[in-house]
C-alpha cells in the first residue's frame, strides 16, 4: 500500500527476468531504443516545443481544441479556490472509475459538440456530461460535484442514458459499473476523516484536505498517493487480500523469483496513480506545486505493455503466450521497469532531465500516444498484450482498442 514498494516488488521482477527466472519470455534491451524512438517521434509532432503538459484527465477533455472544464468552471463561476478544487477532485476520481471497458464498436455522441467519440476518449467524455448534467449531485442547484449520497442511489437507467447504451443489449456493462459507482459512495461514505469536509462527503474533499498541508505552497507527491490508496483502495475489489483487508490493484505472484521470497504481493495501483496525476494540475491552478515527482511510477496499462511488445523489448518465447494472473503480473512488472528505462534515454536523447521532462510528461507526450499508436499499426501485439492483461485478471480495464 506504498508507491515505494510498488518500485520494489516490480523491480525484482524485472531483474528476475533478466536473470532468465520467469520462464516463455526474455528482455531485449537494445530494442528498446526502437520505442524510445516511437516517443520521441510523437513528442516532436504534438510538442515541437518540448512543452508537455502533465498527464491526466483534462487532456481529453481539451479533446479537439475545446476547453470543456474551462467552459463548466466559467459557467459555475466558483467563490473559492476549495469550492474549485472540490470539483475538480470530484471530477478527476470520477473518470478514472467511469474508464471501463464497454462493448466493442461503443461510441458516445457528446451533445455539445455532436462529434461521435470511443473509447477512453468517449468514456472521458461521457463522464464530464454527466458530471455537468449533475448526475453525482445531491444538490439540484450544483450539478458539478459527486456526492456519496447521490452516487449510492445511482440507478442503470440513468448510466445507460449518460453513456448512450441500450439496457437490454449492455444489461452487463450498466450493471457492473453501476455497481462500481455505487461503491465509491460507499467507500468515501465509510471513510469521512478524508473525504468529510463541512457537511459535505465528496471525493473532491481529500484534494481540497490535501492542499491545506502544503509546506511553502509545495505538496509530496507520495501523500497524495498515499491519501488516494489509504481511502480507495477498498473501491476496486477482486486483486489480493490481506488478513481480509483488500489492497487495491494488487495481485499475487506464485513463482521461484529468489528475491519475492518476503512476499508474493505485487502492487501496481494503476487507478489510484491515475487519479494522483490528474491532481497535479488542479493544485497547480491554485498556486500548490507537487514535488519528488519521480518517486510515483508510471502506468502499467496496455499501451505501455504493448509498446515495449511492438518493439521486441519484451518476447515470449510463443506468438500466443498463456493467459494468466502470473503472467499478467509479469508483463506488467516487467513493463513498468522498462518504462524506467526508457525514461531516461528518451530524456538523454532529447537533452533534459527530470525536472524539464518529468515522468508524467513522458507518458503524455511521448509512451502513451506511441502506444496507443500500436492499435492501429501492430494490432497484433496489442491484441497479445490485451490478451494476457485481461486474461490475468485486471479489474480495471484501461485496455481498450
Known amino acids: 500500500m506504498s508507491v515505494e514498494t510498488i518500485g520494489v516488488r516490480t523491480q525484482q521482477i524485472l531483474q528476475a527476468a533478466y536473470d532468465g527466472e520467469i520462464s516463455g519470455l526474455r528482455i531485449c534491451p537494445e530494442r528498446l531504443q526502437t520505442a524510445v524512438d516511437w516517443a520521441s517521434a510523437e513528442i516532436e509532432k504534438n510538442h515541437p516545443d518540448h512543452q508537455i503538459p502533465p498527464l491526466g484527465c483534462w487532456r481529453q477533455f481539451e479533446a479537439g481544441a475545446m476547453d470543456r472544464w474551462g467552459m463548466l468552471a466559467g459557467a459555475r463561476g466558483f467563490q473559492s479556490a476549495e469550492e474549485m478544487l472540490r470539483s475538480a477532485g470530484d471530477l478527476a476520481v470520477l473518470s478514472a472509475v467511469m474508464d471501463v471497458a464497454l462493448r466493442p464498436g461503443w461510441t458516445f455522441v457528446e451533445p455539445i459538440s455532436g462529434h461521435a467519440f470511443d473509447g477512453a476518449l468517449g468514456r472521458a467524455l461521457a463522464a464530464l456530461t454527466m458530471f455537468a448534467a449533475g448526475t453525482f449531485s445531491a444538490e439540484p442547484d450544483d450539478p458539478l460535484r459527486v456526492d456519496a449520497h447521490a452516487m449510492i442511489r445511482l440507478e442503470e437507467a440513468e448510466i445507460a442514458a449518460g453513456l448512450q447504451l441500450s439496457e437490454l443489449d449492455d444489461s452487463s456493462e450498466i450493471s457492473q459499473l453501476t455497481a462500481l459507482l455505487r461503491r465509491l459512495g460507499e467507500t468515501i461514505g465509510l471513510r469521512p476523516d478524508l473525504f468529510e469536509l463541512n457537511d459535505e462527503v465528496r471525493p473532491g474533499c481529500l484534494l481540497q484536505s490535501l492542499s491545506t498541508q502544503s509546506t511553502d505552497g509545495v505538496l509530496h507527491a507520495p501523500d497524495i498517493v498515499d491519501g488516494l490508496l489509504d481511502g480507495l483502495s477498498p473501491l476496486w475489489q477482486g486483486g489480493a487480500m490481506l488478513d481480509e483487508v483488500i489492497l487495491g490493484d494488487t ?39 507537487v514535488d519528488d515527482l519521480e518517486a510515483i511510477p508510471g502506468l502499467a496499462n496496455l499501451e505501455h505493455a504493448a509498446l515495449l511488445l511492438a518493439c521486441g523489448a519484451i518476447e515470449f518465447e510463443t506468438d500466443t503466450p498463456e493467459t494468466s494472473e502470473k503472467q499478467a503480473v509479469e508483463l506488467r512488472a516487467i513493463t513498468l521497469g522498462l518504462l524506467c528505462e526508457l525514461a531516461k534515454r528518451l530524456r538523454s536523447e532529447l537533452d533534459a532531465d527530470e525536472t524539464s521532462l518529468p515522468l508524467t510528461c513522458v507518458q503524455e507526450g511521448g509512451t502513451l500516444p506511441a502506444g496507443r499508436a500500436i492499435a492501429r499499426e501492430n494490432p497484433d501485439a496489442w491484441r497479445r498484450a490485451s490478451k494476457i492483461l485481461g486474461g490475468g485478471g485486471v479489474f480495471w480495464l484501461p485496455f481498450r482498442a
Do not use: G, Q
Not at 253 to 273: E, G, I, N, Q, R
Open 251 to 289: 495481485w499475487r505472484h506464485t513463482s521461484s523469483v529468489k528475491a519475492m521470497v518476503a512476499s508474493d504481493l505485487v502492487p501496481f495501483h494503476l487507478p489510484a496513480l491515475a487519479i494522483f496525476y490528474s491532481f497535479i494540475e488542479p493544485l497547480a491552478w491554485v498556486s500548490l506545486s
